[in-house]
């Protein structure tokens, strides 16, 4: 069976300090892979999806960056955090196909940005 | 971007009682998922919706993908405690590979 480990699981971080947030998959090969982030509002806003190895897309212009350097790990970092960076991370993962796009989330990780 | 409507924003309901969610949206979608996300945690798929008209229960759960394309509903009955939660819609939306468009969520709280 499939399984997504994202960490660490809390984190609060000075402002302009980096960001490095990791999420792997185990059970499946070359999974489409997200980052979204779940503001106070509830919303669920992709912020990054792959595709595949070296391939990022980039949702949204922000502070924040991607990569994928193996086929079962997504970084989510930031070179200088900013106060609005704060919020609730979410890594997902879905299979290898379009024609699939059932998501499958980690636990998150509660970023507060100090 | 997109956006899908999922109303209500919230729900204070007693246990035992049904409960009724629904999003809509102007845009055609191939794909509705209902998700349930609890306290700190990642949401958790509860139903997938492929075909329009379809209809699929997961126990006390029902959901059905609309006719049109651009609503779906999820149904809950006889809610207990551990229904609480926020429930969102998601759906692919036609033409968009890979990426999937959230609705804002319904919170659910439910009364013993």
């Known amino acids: 069976s499939q399984t997504i480990h994202q960490w660490p699981a809390t984190l609060v971080q000075p402002v302009g300090s980096p960001l490095s947030l990791e999420c792997t998959v185990e059970g499946t090969s070359n999974p489409n892979l997200y980052w979204y982030r779940q503001a106070a509002g509830r919303g669920l806003q992709l912020l990054f999806y792959?595709?595949?190895?070296?391939?990022i897309s980039s949702e949204v212009p922000q502070n924040l960056s991607a990569s994928r350097p193996q086929d079962r790990q997504f970084i989510l970092s930031s070179k200088k955090l900013l106060l609005s960076d704060s919020g609730f991370y979410l890594c997902?993962?879905?299979?290898?196909?379009?024609?699939?796009?059932?998501?499958?989330f980690g636990q998150g990780t509660r970023l507060t940005v100090v | 971007g997109q956006q899908l409507n999922q109303s209500p924003q919230s729900m204070f309901i007693q246990e035992g009682e049904d409960v009724s969610m629904n999003c809509t949206s102007s845009s055609i979608f191939n794909t509705w998922l209902w998700y349930k996300q609890e306290p700190g945690e990642g949401p958790v798929l509860l139903i997938a919706?492929?075909?329009?008209?379809e209809l699929t229960s997961n126990g006390r759960l029902t959901a059905q993908f609309g006719i049109t394309r651009k609503d779906s509903f999820l149904n809950i009955s006889a809610s207990i405690p551990s229904d609480v939660g926020i429930y969102f819609c998601a759906g692919q939306m036609r033409g968009s590979n890979y990426k999937l468009t959230f609705g804002k969520g319904t919170l659910l709280t439910v009364n013993p």
């Open positions: 919706l492929y075909k329009a008209g």
């Open positions: 997902a993962w879905s299979r290898p196909s379009s024609l699939s796009t059932e998501a499958f």
């Open positions: 792959s595709v595949g190895i070296g391939q």
